[in-house]
C-alpha cells in the first residue's frame, strides 16, 4: 500500500531553468522550517511532498519536445542541491524518479515516452525498486518479469526502494525469460503490490526506502522498457543518477555548515556585551570554518562542472563524451561523500556537546551523510578517476560510475 496515489491540486508547469531554481530556493525555506522536526519523529513527508510536487520541479527534465522545461543538468543538481540542504530526505526521494525519466529518455518508445512524460507533467511520482538484497553482487536482479498473454506477471521482492512509498508508479528492475533486464514502470496501487514502511536506518528516515513485494502483479507490455541496454552502449543513465546522488551529499555538506555557523555565532561565542555580538576570534575555530567554506564551495563547483558535462554528453552521446561526464560526475561525487561527513562532523566540534541536544536537531546532518554515502563506495571512485587520467581508461559502463 502507498501513502498516496492521487496528486492534489493543479500542477505548476515550469518553462526555464530560471523559473526552476527561483522555484526550488523558495520551496526549500519553507521546507527547512520542519526538516529537524520530521527527522527526530520521523514524521513521513505526505504534506511537503504534495508541495513539492505542485511545484512543477519533478517535471523540470521532461523535454521540452514533449511539454516540459528540459531544463539542464547544471539546474537539475542545483535543485536537488536546495532541497536536500533543506531536508536531505526529501531531496533524495525524487533521485530515483528522475533517474527512471533518464531510463526512458534513453531507452523508451515514443509512445512510452508520450504518455509516460504527460503523466509526471500532470504530477505522478515515480518511485523505484530496483535493489536487491541476498544477491551475489550489487547488479544482480532475481525479479522475474513472465509472459502472461500479451502482457507480463511480476514476482519478487525489492528494498531500499526510495519513493516507492510515496509513488504513483514504481519503476522496477526485472529480468525476462532470456536473462535481460527490463525497467518496468509499473502502477504502485496495483493488484499484487505491496509496499512495505520497514525502513529503520539511523538517517535518512523519511525517505521510505523499506520493501516492495510483487506477487503475481500484472503489468501491461506498454510499461516495460528495455533497461541493460541502456549499460551495453554509451548513454547518461549512469552519471545522470550519480549527480543527483552527488548534489545530495553537497546538499547536506551546505545545511551542516550553515548550521553550524549560526550555531558558534548565537550559542557559545561571540558573548554578549551591551546587547552587540562580538566577533569569533578564536584561532582554531576560523581555521576550521575557513577550510569547511573552501571544500564546501569546491564541492559545489564540482557538481556545477559534472552538470556542464553531462549535458555535453546528452546532446552528443558517445563514448568519449560519456567517458568525460562519467569522470567529472565521480570527481563531484568523491568530494560530496568527503564533505558532507566531513562538515556534520566538525559541526560536533565547533558546535561543542550542546550539538548533540535532540531539540538542536544538528546530529541529523551526520546521520544523513553516514547513511547517504553508503549508496556505492566512493573508493572505486577514486580508482576510475585515477585509472582515467593516468591510463586513459574509460570507466565502466554502469549506474555506479
Known sequence: MTLSTQSRGPVALIQSDAQALAVAAELAEQLRTESALRDRERRLPIHELEQFSASGLWGISVPRAFGGAGVSNVTLAEVIRLIAA???????IPQ?????????RVNGSQAQQQRLYKEVLAGRRLGNALAELGTRTAHERTTTLSADGDNYRINGRKFYATGALYAHRIPTTVVDAEGRQHLAFIPA???????????????????????VVFDHAWVSAADVVPFQSAFERPTTVGPLAQILHAAIDTGIASAALEDALQF???????????????????????KSFGQLAIRVHAAEALLERAGEMLDIAQADGNAVTVAVASIAVAEARAISTEISLAASSTLFELAGSQATLAEHGLDRHW???????????????????????????????????
Open 367 to 401: 546521520r544523513n551523510a553516514r547513511v547517504h554515502t553508503l549508496h556505492d563506495p566512493v573508493r572505486w571512485k577514486y580508482h576510475a578517476i585515477g585509472n582515467y587520467y593516468l591510463n586513459n581508461i574509460y570507466p565502466p559502463l554502469r549506474g555506479t560510475i
Open 96 to 104: 530515483n524518479h528522475f533517474y527512471a525519466l533518464e531510463v526512458l
Open 86 to 92: 533543506a531536508d536531505a530526505s526529501l531531496g533524495q
Open 264 to 286: 558558534v555565532r548565537t550559542r557559545t561565542r561571540p558573548w554578549i556585551d551591551s546587547g552587540t555580538e562580538r566577533a569569533v576570534d578564536d584561532p582554531l575555530t576560523l
Open 189 to 211: 496501487d496495483s493488484p499484487g503490490v505491496q509496499v512495505i514502511d520497514d525502513w529503520s536506518g539511523f538517517g535518512q528516515r523519511t525517505t521510505g526506502s523499506g520493501s
